[in-house]
């Protein structure tokens, strides 16, 4: 189900960047050949004003076919039809129209489903009790210990773990009361609430102060290893195993796992698993293990980890108003905007490594994850990561991609005539060569993740 599931996906995106371009196309006068879902060999459609409406063979997307589109296409040079013929203008709006339309998409996507479907972690309703702390942290220097409860905060009695979010935006970088209970004694103190992105505060996260909380009341269970070179797949660990304890802590998150990870900086540790028989008794056995410093997407840097994805907490569904979810969708996509770019400078200031991008294969294996999860959430919101990817990755600045043709137009607008046409040709030819290298290594990259250990170097 991973190839079909990921096809329609990206058929949908990519049918979307298409129509952007249609419509604008249309309104600017240009005539429209064809509008077509898939490529290949054309199975049925209708032709109406000069267009041919097509589904084809190849569901993978799709695509819109202008009358004198490609360079030396033209056969008409006075033809008010054919795309070369029209102001540079309209031809930079027919080429944004395409990503804008994926922007589009990515935000009606995400406000639909925090309308509708929006999942929240059950435990952010839950008592505020501390799963790990991080030895050096803010919250250990009140005396704060793992299995303590916070039972006040600010001007807050007994604050969930939503509160101590909402409560630490507007108290950044303050001194602020706080109590919590350690052995059944209300220890009374306060804290300093770190803000370490002074100039968003609204990105602050209660877990910057070295706390994570008690996302369930089970431990964490694996759901899948990233690939079998891991130290958990080395080790023996397999799917659907439970950690129960590493050391002397017992995380209930893959959260309080990787933050004692970090802390421990790759020190060998000690794990105990259990494993399910079928017909038998679960089998308890420890798993000696030693962390591996490797590339951590969510982060995009590096992390210490143990190389598997967790079962996911529960979650609990609570529908915004329509203001709400507008507004939620905006600042949530602006975010994932912010995260793309951000990976493009470090990728070019060689901060982050290239095996860290995630090619069609990479995604597919995400869309895969999206659709076995509870609800539709998750799938929602990785759609609407796709299609912001795909809006910004199409505005690169790029020959044969729509950034390449505006990057031209604007040029040509700034000379005030076009450039030699055996020159741009050239240049799309080996931008072309080194798109497909590019892509290449990023799609060989992903499948050396999914390869059994023994067909890897």
């Not at 991080?134 to 001007?155: C, E, W, Y």
């Not at 079928?278 to 840097?301: E, L, N, Q, S, W």
């Not at 497909?436 to 990023?442: E, I, P, Y």
Request: net charge negative; hydrophobic share 45%.
């Amino acid at each position: 189900m991973l190839i079909p599931r990921f096809a329609v996906v990206l058929g949908i995106m990519v049918v979307v960047h298409e129509l952007g371009h249609f419509i604008v196309a249309k309104l600017c006068g240009v005539r429209v050949e064809a509008f077509a879902i898939g490529f290949g060999k054309r199975l049925f459609g209708v032709v109406h004003n000069g267009t041919d409406y097509c589904v084809n063979l190849v569901p993978l997307g799709g695509y819109v076919k202008m009358a004198g589109e490609m360079p030396g296409e033209s056969h008409h040079s006075n033809d008010p039809g054919e795309l070369q013929n029209h102001p540079r203008w309209q031809r930079t709006l027919i080429a944004v129209a395409g990503p804008v339309a994926n922007f589009i998409l990515a935000f009606a996507l995400l406000a639909g489903a925090y309308m509708t479907d929006n999942q929240v972690p059950a435990y952010w309703s839950a008592p505020a009790v501390a799963d790990y702390i991080s030895p050096s942290s803010q919250i250990a220097k009140t005396g704060m210990q793992i299995g303590d409860r916070i039972v006040f905060f600010d001007n807050q009695d007994n604050p969930a773990w939503s509160d101590l979010e909402q409560r630490g935006v507007l108290d950044a970088n303050r001194d602020m009361p706080f109590a919590y209970i350690h052995n059944g004694h209300r220890v009374d103190t306060k804290l300093f609430v770190e803000n370490k992105d002074p100039n968003h505060p609204e990105n602050f996260d209660f877990r910057q102060l070295g706390i994570v909380p008690v996302e369930q009341s089970t431990p964490v269970q694996v759901s899948e290893l990233t690939n079998q070179t891991t130290p958990a797949a080395l080790a023996g660990i397999l799917p659907h195993d439970l950690i129960l304890s590493i050391d002397n802590l017992r995380p209930h998150s893959v959260d309080a796992l990787l933050a004692y990870l970090q802390d421990r900086a790759g020190k060998p540790d000690l794990v105990i698993a259990q494993r399910d028989l079928p017909g038998d008794k679960p089998v308890v056995f420890p798993v000696p293990i030693t962390p591996m410093y490797a590339d951590d997407p969510r982060v995009h840097g590096k992390t210490w980890q143990l190389g598997f994805h967790p079962v996911q907490p529960p979650v609990k569904v609570e529908p915004m108003n329509f203001s709400d979810a507008v507004e939620a969708s905006y600042t949530e996509n602006l975010k994932n905007s912010k995260l793309i770019f951000d990976v493009l400078h470090r990728l070019l200031t060689r901060q982050v490594s290239v095996k860290s991008l995630s090619s069609p294969v990479g995604m597919s294996v995400q869309v895969n994850e999206a659709f076995e999860m509870q609800g539709y959430f998750p799938l929602i919101e990785v759609m609407a990561m796709i299609s912001i990817n795909l809006g910004i990755f199409n505005l690169l600045p790029i020959p044969i991609l729509d950034g390449g043709m505006i990057a031209f137009l604007f040029i040509e607008s700034l000379i005030r005539r076009d450039l030699n046409q055996q020159i741009k040709e050239r240049v799309y030819q080996v931008a072309f060569v080194c798109l497909v290298l590019f892509a290449a290594v990023v799609i060989f990259n992903d499948i050396t993740k999914l390869l059994p250990v023994h067909l890897k170097t």
